[in-house]
């Protein structure tokens, strides 16, 4: 592999690949057909979890968060019942969702690409991918596929090794499979940003969820002031593609979750939403990314989804660049089976999640509520199966890295020690058992990330265990770029570590 790698469309999906390949010194070329950086507060809601991938590709988590406001708590108004989810768990910067214009998410990630040195050209459109299945290209290098693009300066081909479509749910470029034309749930998404009436206006930092006979919708307040509206209507299959004035979305919005608006609603967008994956997301040398690789009927998910397909698909690109062909193309079908098994697990949930507002009965929602049995819009968490990349065994095992597991200081593998939780000798592992796991991953060039610090205490009561023996519920882990582990063994047995660390050579 030479690395020749063009990502086509600038949205956060594409733009935080870019980041990822960038930090990794792997060039890529990325072009959008838009004049400039979209606007727009579109999607606002970013996921704890999405936080923590934006951090680890050294997007300012500080800057990201001067730019919006925390959502701390989900009030659900369902037919007569009134309950409150506080959504903030723990302390730190990740510990409440964060509402975000998406265009302050694109300028900060456009921001982080440009600061390592990439660069997005605006104006060029993909039209075509021509595959070179086996006979040597026109350009001579024997290049997987030729793309051609359309810019400022006319039409231009170019040799590629990958192109990545970040093309969004309405990009179509000849060659590729674009997104499926399926049939629509059966329902319309409308949202606006709005100016509530203050005696409907949410406490700061609270989202309203409200849902009626009359209708299903809610209010996410956005930074700066107003709110991001979003009703779920019924279909309208004859004015698929009219967007409602700002007079009918302050009529939808009273009438069916009784919100009252003052002035004018803008940013208004009106979905029908699909709910499909593509059958593939790696097909010879194009790589589906994004809402280009597939659609959920809660279109929230589409934002915080990418990006972490991105942030995945990022490392595996920027791996597979400088490895034999073959390891390349095993390393990105992990991602192929792993993101389409994710996306069908949100998929299914958001189906699920949408019935809440629609076909499941309001008197079992108000139940459920009275019960406190909340189903909330999060991001599922991904867990990856056992596979080339994931051993079997161990609980740990395909989950992210725990919280305070302590990170590598640069963005490839690593091995991690955590201490245990036995209550023999808490605190930290043996210093044998340290000792051994740091020389298996020498062997393999990798750091070692020893277990975060001990309060002094316990520090002590470890000191005073005999050498050799490791504590009770200690790991030893194999810990992938993207954060999720790959390997979940006691520190007693590094030799198990070692040979799944040969099993995963080829892609370090
Ligand atoms: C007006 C609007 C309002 C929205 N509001 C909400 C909302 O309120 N809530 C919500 O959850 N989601 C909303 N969304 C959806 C949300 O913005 C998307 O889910 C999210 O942006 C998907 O990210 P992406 O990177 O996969 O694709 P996109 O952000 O769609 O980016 C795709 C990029 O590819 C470019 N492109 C397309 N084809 C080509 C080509 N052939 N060559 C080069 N470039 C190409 C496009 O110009 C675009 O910049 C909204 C979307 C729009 C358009």
């Not at 400039?36 to 500080?62: F, H, I, K, M, N």
């Not at 029908?272 to 790696?282: E, L, T």
């Amino acid at each position: 592999m030479t690395g020749r790698i063009l990502i086509a469309g600038a949205g956060p999906s594409g733009l935080l690949c870019a980041v990822e390949l960038a930090a990794r010194g792997v060039p890529c070329r990325v072009v959008d057909r838009r004049p400039g950086p979209a606007g727009g507060s579109r999607c606002p809601t970013l996921w704890q979890r999405t936080l923590r991938v934006l951090d680890a590709a050294g997007v300012s988590v500080e800057a990201l968060r001067r730019a919006g406001t925390a959502l701390e708590r989900k009030r659900f108004l369902i037919a007569g019942a009134d309950a409150e989810v506080d959504l903030r768990s723990g302390d730190g910067p990740f510990a409440a969702p964060l509402l975000i214009r998406q265009e302050d998410l694109e300028r900060l990630l456009l921001e982080r690409l440009r600061a390592l040195g990439g660069a997005v050209e605006y104006g060029v459109e993909l039209l075509e991918v021509r595959r070179n299945d086996g006979g040597a290209s026109r350009h001579g290098a024997g290049a997987p596929a030729v793309v051609v693009l359309r810019g400022p300066d006319g039409v231009e081909e170019a040799p590629v090794d990958r192109v990545v479509c970040a093309t969004g749910a309405a990009g179509r470029v000849a060659g590729v499979t674009g997104p499926a034309d399926v049939a629509p749930v059966g329902m319309r998404w409308l949202l606006a940003d709005v100016s509530v009436a203050p005696e409907d206006t949410p406490a700061p930092g609270v989202e309203h969820i409200l849902r009626d006979h009359t209708g299903h919708g809610g209010l996410v307040p956005l930074p700066g002031g107003g709110h991001r509206l979003f009703l779920a209507l019924p279909d309208d299959p004859a004015g698929a593609d009219r967007q409602p004035t700002p007079a009918e979305v302050v009529e939808a919005a009273r009438r069916s979750v009784g919100v009252r608006l003052t002035g004018e609603p803008g940013a208004i967008w009106a979905v029908r939403p699909r709910s499909w994956v593509a059958d593939a997301f790696v097909d010879g040398p194009v790589v589906l990314l994004g809402d280009a690789a597939r659609s959920f009927p809660m279109p929230v998910h589409g934002l915080n989804t990418g990006l972490q397909e991105a942030a995945e698909l990022g490392w595996k690109l920027a791996a597979a660049a400088s490895l034999p062909a073959a390891a390349g193309t095993e390393l990105l079908a992990t991602y192929d089976a792993e993101r389409r098994t994710a996306a069908e697990r949100i998929r299914e949930r958001a189906e699920r999640v949408l019935g809440y507002g629609s076909t499941v009965p309001l008197e079992v929602i108000r139940d459920r509520l009275l019960a406190r049995v909340f189903e909330l819009r999060t991001e599922p968490e991904t867990v990856h199966a056992p596979g080339p990349l994931t051993a079997a065994g161990g609980a740990l095992a395909g989950h992210r890295v725990p919280e305070g597991a302590g990170r590598a200081a640069g963005p490839g593998w690593y091995v991690a020690l955590l201490p245990g939780t036995g209550p023999a000798r808490p605190g930290r592992p043996g210093a044998e058992a340290g000792r051994a796991a740091a020389a298996v991953a020498a062997r393999f060039g990798l750091p070692l990330v020893a277990c975060p610090a001990v309060p002094a205490a316990e520090a002590a009561d470890a000191a005073r265990a005999p050498e050799g023996v490791p504590d009770a519920g200690a790991r030893l882990l194999l810990v992938r770029p993207d954060g999720h582990v790959s390997f979940d063994g006691s520190p007693a047995e590094p030799a198990v570590l070692e040979r799944h660390l040969q099993s995963v050579r080829r892609f370090l």
